[in-house]
């Protein structure tokens, strides 16, 4: 399987692992002009990436877009649907909705390291409608059901 990425914008940054185990390939902000983009805070901006995607040799892939947890512990700072999906049939710009859910504003600048793309595997079970499911131990317990 390879990760193909295409350049939309001629300053885009290819993403790239930051260690030879990181899961995640660092996605950069390609702001035009060498503008800065500031989200408010508590408000959210969409950040283009200038690239699009294709996973070449397999279909039952997804590309996820996560935090990157040092953007999200110090500064507030993660995508605004908490996990962005790329469907394998996506071919159009790769472009981060960044949160800024804390109280100071933060600018991203081109380049900036602001998101991180990871590849997954998928299932797309068959749906069945039943009446019933099998009982568990659990069964109904829901949010804190099973202590702390």
Known sequence: MKLLIKKLNENAVIP???TPYSAGYDL???IEDGKSVTIKAGTTEKIHTGLSAELDGAKD???LIYARSSLAAKFGIAPANCVG???WDYR????????NSSNEDFTVN???RIAQLVIS???TPEVEEVTELSDTVRGEGGFGSTGK
């Open 85 to 87: 999906v790329v469907d």
């Open 121 to 123: 595997p998928i299932f």
């Open 92 to 99: 159009g710009e790769l472009i981060v909705a960044l949160h």
């Open 16 to 18: 790239q692992r930051q």
């Open 110 to 112: 081109h380049g900036d």
């Open 28 to 30: 950069c902000a390609c």
């Open 61 to 63: 892939v997804v590309l």
